[in-house]
């Protein structure tokens, strides 16, 4: 900039324009009655001649004095300060300028004051109107988005309020708000601390700050970051967006821009020209996604990235897919053929639902890049907690616990059975994670908070993720405007203070310079960060759609709307960054590419699911996909190895530990019960648990309460009474070198945490995962979960998954909301027919049941059984799901307790447990075998010996549901061949157990014999909340259990 000739040019009112002679001239623009930007004047009141002492030297020291008392009044002498003030309050220089005060004790005091007085009004002045221009600044910064050129259709769907956004100057009837008037606009002033908007000047007129501003804020970007509430995150983000000349780009980041725009516009003409009847939820309207995730990954390579794990909705996928996965055109050709045959079992999936991984080289950056995307269902931002879990595991067994590049060779070794790094020649990197959402989806699906609130927890961070929103301005045919109560979609992100970029999605340069923006925020404080691509739909909800029907007015503006391929070739062929000529190559380049990969794909004649998994488990399956052993290994252990986890678990393995008094009972209890070679079920989960992780399998437990038990009963967390937040955590004391053993308490959600744990166990089949249900029927609010991902997951994307839930279950009398698991629901969605007994050896038939099935399901009555069924879920060669319906009251019933010897080596987890009392003596005068499950059984014992049936009636507890052990109970029903056939639960006859066991007894013994029920009736509620109706319930079935003639009439 030109140095100034004289320091009055600075301070008068009206001629201060010089100070931005090198400043691009702005025209005049008037929004609803508010001057917004400004052309400077070139014109001066005072000549440099007129003040003849101010020049030359002289000049240079006054512009000194003045940068120097604009810093601090007060080290300039009083002359000075009184000038300055004078002279930039509007008075001129020769008014202004007022000799030294005598030197005279009554003189100086009569100089001061009555140059006090004269300055008075003036410096007031002066207060106000620099504190306007702060109030003006800080207006632009927290409502300049309110204005910014964001909608691309310019039919404005965002309603704030009635009131006017006050931005520029504008009057509020006879007033200019903020006090500033169209006379202040050649004024100087000083600029906050809390913008930089003038670079490396720290004074500007106000019509230039206000042209600036509007630059910053209200053109193609909108930022909203004003509410975060860390002063560091705010001026970083300034910075960004306010420096001048921050959004400029070199002539071949516009021509790679360019390409990508080609790219991701063509493919979706490729496709509407080849396939114009399929639905494919193509990406028109937005095409400047592409170049938008692919500017994310080029950024965040360059920190450091080595792996990317994205989730997204159906909208673009295939695109997604194509130009930033880099799938194979031609797979992704041949999912448009109707005739082609799956290779693969299972059901598959429409092709915009599936998944893929690929590691390849980033061609910006030439670093290796490894890219998941997440296959999932239409159920919209269900994905997003699963994509967060899987990210999480994948930081945590590379030792990346900041999300920042730690993980070292001695880390990956340690865990190298279960790291996901296995496959990965380098094992230093960073894992982050991107989340696509809609705009309907991501202001009205309740998993998007609950995923945002786990995003600073510790257990579940993944230190930042980049949300990309393609704001569609309409949901499916529903208006925003009856959509969501906020203004924008993306609100809720300001609860975790993440800051909300929005751009216009046609203006590529701006989204580019967005996306670079939000990469670096991920990378720099590890925390979340939304772009929001305001854009447009140029179909329906799909292709085959007709959205006039609804939106009729916003059609026909998209109807006339450009194509943002052309705005922004038509910008560079303008500019001369691209000859037409090399625009036209790079359109016949790609339409050839697709040429050529869509004849290859009409030479594929089996459609391969499992070229789209998004998982892979390199080592663990053979080459073919399948198990490398179909054996049944034993789940015991030696007995040492029993009693030393019994004592970790009896102990308090940290000096200077001081333990609730309570708990030291409960510790001493279970030393006891070590003594005496016994176990309950907190013991026995233990035993399983420490095993594992001695053996260097990872364990993660989480959910609501887990560290302590809802119950009271696991204590898995230790809390020194006398130091607060001290914990002890002795499960990492098993062994030197153990695996990690991580437990953790969850917010209160089920839905999101149970989608982060299932997309946590994906990552490593080498760790037992493990969600518990504060009480089971609380999975409810985690059904789409369940129904959508863990059951028919494998048979959709040929993905196996080892998670557990365990949902406490049992009727006591408490009341229907906490009594039942629902296991009926469970049961329903097993793949196994009932009414087909399995053709399998007999080596081979219960592994092979395991391996044939979508999920396992059981009720333990044991701790011993728990605990194999746990050791099971890592020893056996594949992964299946594992439901686990647990007790409540059998934690401390003092018959619920195992011997040692039923967890030695060579024992394994029983599907049945048999009857082994008096019936066994004399099988032949038994005359009714009553099957159940869980807890039921220790009322039907009790009930027994009460009556002294010991001998005529058999009590056989089928342990796993499903897949259901039907060699076992047709051994039992052979055993007693005169016995009638009872199924007894505690459950209502149209809940529980009944509807599915009955049909698979009937199988076993061949439909020649009835299946009677002892039980309660059918009823809505699971439970009655009346303790004596309760009681009264119970013994009824009990005494329809055992009266031999119950039957009798409907025989």
Known sequence: MQRLRTTVARLRPITATQTVKSQSQARPMAVGGALRTFEPLRSYTTSVSAEPFLNGTSSNYVEEMYYAWLENPRSVHKSWDIFFRNANAGVSPGSAYQSPPPLGGAALELANAQAMVEAQPNMEKLVEDHLAVQSLVRAYQVRGHHIAKLDPLDIGVIDFDESPVMLGLKKVGEKWFYGLDESDLDKVFRLPTTTFIGGSESVLPLREIISRLEMAYCQSIGVE?????????????RQKFERPGVMQFTLEEKRTLLTRMVRSTKFEEFLQRKWSSEKRFGLEGCESLIPALKTIIDKSSMNG?????????????????????????DQIFCQFDSNLEAADEGSGDVKYHLGMWHRRINRVTDRNITLSLMANPSHLEAVDPVVQGKTKAEQFYCGDTEGKRVCTHTNAHRFFSLCVCIYISVCVFQVMSILLHGDAAFAGQGVVYETFHLSDLPSYTTHGTVHVVVNNQVGFTTDPRVARSSSYPTDVAKVVNAPIFHVNADDPEAVMYVCNVAAEWRATFHKDVVVDLVCYRRNGHNEMDEPLFTQPLMYKQIKKQKGVLQKYSEKLLAEGAVSRQDYEEEIAKYDKICEEAHARSKDEKILHIKHWLDSPWPGFFNVDGQPKSMTSRSTGLPEEELVHIGYIASSVPVEDFTIHRGLSRILKGRATMVGQRVCDWALGEYMAFGSLLKEGTHIRLSGQDVERGTFSHRHHVLHDQKIDRRICIPMNHISPNQAPYTVCNSSLSEYGVLGFELGFAMASPNALVLWEAQFGDFHNTAQCIIDQFICPGQAKWVRQNGIVLLLPHGMEGMGPEHSSARPERFLQMCNEDPDTYPIFSAEEFAVRQLYDCNWIIVNCSTPANYFHVLRRQILQAFRKPLIVITPKSLLRHPEAKSSFDDMLPGTHFQRLIPDSGPVCENPEAVKRIVFCTGKVYYELTRERNNRGNDDTVAIARIEQLSPFPFDQVKVETDRYPNADLVW????????????????????????????????????????????????????????????????????
Not at 305 to 329: C, D, F, Q, T, Y
Not at 1008 to 1016: E, L
Request: proline share 5%; hydrophobic share 40%.
């Open 225 to 237: 970051f004003m509410f975060i509430n860390d002063l560091e995150q705010c001026q970083w983000i």
């Open 305 to 329: 990235v080595e792996s990317i794990i994205m989730g997204m909705p159906h909208r673009g996928r295939l695109n997604v897919l194509a130009n930033v996965i880099h799938k194979e055109l």
């Open 984 to 1051: 007894c639960q505690e459950e209502h006859k149209n809940q529980g157990y009944y509807d599915y066991v009955k049909p698979r007894l009937r199988t076993t013994v061949d439909r020649t014999r009835p299946v009677w029920y002892a039980g309660r009736g059918p009823a809505a509620a699971p439970a009655t909340g009346n303790k004596a109706a309760h009681l009264v319930e119970l013994q009824r079935f009990l005494d329809t259990a055992f009266n031999l003639d119950a039957f009798t009439e409907q025989s």
